[in-house]
């Protein structure tokens, strides 16, 4: 601890124990012992302000610096939601372009499966009708005797 920050809390410190023991001497105030602070803008202008003055125009201006601060940080929000936003709608639309290719290959699988199902069933009448064929040819038709070779054959 320094030097400067141990004398000022012992300022803030008997400040803080001396200004209740002000309130028990009848018709003294803070403010009469409290200098005035005579603030000047202009040569033309000059303004004397009291330390109640002085102290308000202080919390004004932090109260304005803190929403300054609030608006730059609620800016900076917006623009990273915004960024957010724009990259969700990006990847939705992305998602949709592949969502409807993806149904366009199923359906194309379909199809595809539907053919091959259509030829599948060619080829199976085709191959029955190809064994019916080969039945027929290899079972010629049965020659059979007639009676008059019968006939002639037991004489």
Same mark, same amino acid.
């Given at each position: 601890m320094t030097l400067t920050n141990?004398?000022?809390? !012992?300022?803030?410190?008997?400040? +803080?124990? !001396? !200004?209740?023991?002000?309130l028990l001497w009848p018709g003294f105030?803070?403010?009469?012992?409290?200098?005035?602070?005579r603030v000047t803008? #202009?040569?033309?202008l000059s303004q004397q302000l009291s330390w109640s003055q002085l102290c308000g125009a202080i919390v004004v201006a932090v109260t304005l610096l803190f %929403?300054?601060?609030?608006e730059m940080r609620k800016r900076r929000l917006d623009d990273m939601v915004t960024d957010v936003l724009a990259i969700h709608e990006a990847t939705?639309? +992305?998602?949709?372009v592949e969502r409807d290719r993806q149904a366009?290959?199923?359906? +194309? %699988?379909?199809?595809?499966?539907?053919?091959?199902?259509e030829h599948y069933e060619n080829l199976m009448l085709?191959? #029955?009708e190809l064994r019916e064929r080969t039945r027929a040819k290899q079972h010629p038709p049965a020659i059979e005797p007639s009676d008059s070779l019968i006939e002639a054959g037991g004489k």
């Open positions: 141990y004398s000022l809390e !012992l300022f803030i410190g008997l400040l +803080a124990f !001396l !200004l209740p023991l002000t105030s803070i403010w009469e012992v409290v200098p005035k602070v803008r #202009h040569p033309v %929403c300054l601060f609030l939705e639309c +992305a998602l949709a366009a290959a199923a359906r +194309a %699988c379909s199809q595809l499966l539907d053919l091959s199902t085709l191959g #029955h």
